[in-house]
């Protein structure tokens, strides 16, 4: 049994793994800094009412924080349609990248999008609105992306996938208090962006150097019983 278990802990940390990049000594605690979590009532997704695309920067490096963009490198979505971008070409320093259609379903989508993402998922949502792990693996790799004892600033293009991420892990028992929208990175104008493209580009090639990126293969996953 002991080597069973550590033969699947292997397994996940490379079936979910980061490019990891170097970072900065953190800065103080996120439980000392970050105001407790409060959505925007105007917000259609939940974006927080402090921490957003407008003061982020004031919260970057923090210590007992993670930084989580959940878009996609290329989404198969058509955001150019309502004035965003389908390629994430860069993101936030600190920000490591989770392609959230790969946890769980995306709702309530624009029709003009067209079709998103149609592979496997750690999660489905059942009938009673609560979410299910598809893989006996699923929760183990959720807590080893969103670890429940940090705060969790949660970006993406506009806000909505940051939002469903957010449903997820709260969904699944992650203190709602300590997890932060902070909106979409098509709003940002602070300075600390950082391309996701590689410097001899100009089609679209990702150079993973400057971020961490979290990339979820189903390939060798158990199905849930």
């Known amino acids: 049994m002991k080597h069973t278990v550590v033969a699947l ?6 079936l979910v793994f980061p490019v990891a990049a170097a970072s900065a000594e953190p800065g103080p605690s996120a439980f000392e800094v970050l105001p407790v ?3 925007n009532p105007e917000s259609d997704f939940g974006v927080d009412i402090n921490v ?5 920067d004031d919260y970057l490096g923090l210590s007992d924080a993670v930084y989580r963009d ?4 290329v989404d198969p979505f058509d955001y150019d349609a309502i004035g965003g971008s389908s390629i994430a070409s860069a993101t936030i320093e600190g920000f490591a990248m989770v392609p959230y259609p790969k946890l769980a379903p995306c709702l309530n989508m624009p029709e003009v999008l067209g079709e998103g993402y149609t592979g496997p998922t750690l999660f489905s949502l059942g009938e009673d ?27 993406c293009g506009a806000g909505g996938y940051a939002g469903m991420t957010k449903n997820l892990l709260v969904g699944l028992g992650w203190n709602e208090d300590l997890i ?3 909106g979409g990175y098509w709003n940002y104008r602070g300075s600390h962006s950082v391309s ?3 410097e001899d580009s100009g089609d679209g090639l990702y150079g993973f150097s400057g971020m961490d990126y979290y990339d979820i293969d189903f390939t060798h996953l158990s199905p849930a019983q």
């Open 37 to 39: 979590s409060e959505p």
């Open 70 to 73: 959940m878009r996609m490198p």
């Open 196 to 198: 996701i493209l590689s």
């Open 180 to 182: 932060i929208n902070v």
């Open 52 to 56: 957003n695309m407008d003061t982020i």
């Open 9 to 14: 802990s292997l397994l996940i940390l490379i």
């Open 129 to 155: 609105g609560s979410y299910q792990a598809n893989y006996a693996e699923s929760m183990t790799i959720l807590e080893r992306i969103f670890p429940k004892d940090r705060a969790i600033l949660l970006m």
